[in-house]
């Protein structure tokens, strides 16, 4: 079995900072593009940023400059810094990713639980 543990959601005032985290654990060969997500209350679930194995990067034009995904490929862990937050970007924040476990024939998509970022002052 495959887990995604998100965590670093909480509270944080218009124009502030919080780092996500999620760590992939479990038995896998390999994790190809890793990713957020979020949902706010009410919307679809949206992209927000993806990163390949190879550190490429892409962004949701609603969060291009103000957060940066990257990832550590040794430690199977994918981060998300929010800065310059706005109340718009109050949602659950989930962590996806592409694994390849031993006896598949592709790769497979794997969920986190989500954490809850809300931007309020």
């Known amino acids: 079995q495959v887990q995604l543990v998100e965590s670093g959601g909480g509270l944080v005032q218009p124009g502030g900072s919080l780092r996500l985290s999620c760590a992939a654990s479990?038995?896998?060969?390999?994790?190809?593009?890793m990713g957020w997500y979020r949902q706010a209350p009410g919307k679809e679930r949206e992209l927000v940023a993806t990163?390949?194995?190879?550190?490429?990067?892409t962004y949701a034009d609603s969060v291009k400059g103000r957060f940066t995904i990257d990832r550590d490929n040794a430690n199977d862990t994918v981060y998300l810094q929010l800065s310059s937050l706005k109340p718009d970007d109050t949602a659950v924040y989930y962590c996806?990713?592409?694994?390849?476990?031993?006896?598949?024939?592709?790769?497979?998509?794997?969920w986190g639980q989500g954490t809850q970022v809300t931007v309020s002052s």
């Open positions: 479990g038995s896998f060969v390999r994790i190809n593009t």
């Open positions: 996806n990713a592409d694994v390849f476990v031993l006896g598949r024939t592709k790769y497979d998509e794997y």
């Open positions: 990163i390949t194995l190879g550190h490429i990067t």
